[in-house]
């Protein structure tokens, strides 16, 4: 299965501050509560694994919707369940707990969880990744709700942060910047997608095509890219 299927954002920002580069980066761009982000998450993680060291990695929340306080539509909730039914057909081995749609009161809102990425981040270098992978988990295996404060500082608590600057970090001005920064570069590289991957070379853009099911297609792109610059 070869074509690609993403979650979709809404838009957001303008133009860019030229980010501090190095001559080779793979942006990775997606968003804490995307379902194809997740599906994608066993193939993605052997990639990484198998990156050359001349290529610096770069994580980008894209930001699928804002806050809200209102709950997710009948019809919306009937068509993100089919997308989950959808990704357990189409990528072996994915796994998705349907109680949340019983349990939870479901909201199209993902920009906290990308906040909260951020504000762990702010606390220790990787804890970003960890706490992205607490999310997906709660989300997805745990019936949990992302979009609530309470679950994401519950989730703070397990990755040992220090839950009262957390919550304070959580919606700060600082770190609603520092996503809206993220959506920006997020524009630059042209991505209207979860998950996106593109490389950088110097000032071009590379986007790379995802497999869903196999990192070595992944890889070869990547490499290809790599050495006719070199060469």
């Known amino acids: 299965m070869n074509s690609v299927k993403a979650c979709t954002a809404t838009k957001g920002g303008a133009g860019l501050n030229s980010p501090?580069?190095?001559?080779?980066?793979?942006?990775?761009?997606?968003?804490?509560?995307?379902?194809?982000?997740?599906?994608?998450?066993?193939?993605?993680?052997?990639?990484?694994?198998?990156?050359?060291k001349e290529i610096s990695l770069i994580y980008v929340l894209g930001g699928l919707a804002p806050d809200t306080t209102k709950l997710m539509p009948p019809e919306l909730q009937a068509r993100i369940r089919n997308t989950w039914r959808r990704i357990q057909e189409e990528i072996p081995g994915s796994v998705f707990n349907f109680d949340f749609w019983e349990t939870c009161s479901p909201r199209r809102s993902t920009y906290p969880s990308c906040r909260a990425v951020i504000a762990a981040r702010n606390q220790i270098d990787d804890a970003d990744t960890r706490?992205?992978?607490?999310?997906?988990?709660?989300?997805?295996?745990?019936?949990?709700?992302?979009?609530?404060?309470?679950?994401?500082?519950?989730?703070?608590?397990?990755?040992?942060?220090?839950?009262?600057?957390?919550?304070?970090?959580?919606?700060?001005?600082?770190?609603?910047?520092?996503?809206?920064?993220?959506?920006?570069?997020?524009?630059?590289?042209?991505?209207?997608?979860?998950?996106?991957?593109?490389?950088?070379?110097?000032d071009a853009l590379y986007p790379v095509h995802i497999d869903y099911t196999d990192p070595d297609t992944i890889l070869q792109q990547i490499n290809d890219y790599y050495t006719n610059s070199a060469g």
Not at 24 to 46: E, K, N, Q
């Open 20 to 52: 501090m580069k190095t001559d080779i980066t793979l942006y990775y761009v997606h968003d804490p509560m995307c379902s194809w982000c997740w599906g994608f998450r066993p193939v993605w993680t052997r990639v990484v694994s198998q990156l050359k």
């Open 131 to 202: 706490m992205l992978l607490a999310i997906q988990q709660a989300y997805y295996l745990q019936a949990k709700n992302p979009s609530d404060f309470d679950v994401l500082i519950s989730l703070a608590k397990t990755l040992g942060l220090n839950t009262d600057v957390f919550s304070a970090d959580l919606n700060s001005s600082e770190t609603k910047n520092q996503l809206h920064r993220e959506f920006q570069l997020r524009d630059r590289l042209g991505v209207s997608s979860f998950p996106s991957i593109v490389l950088t070379i110097d």
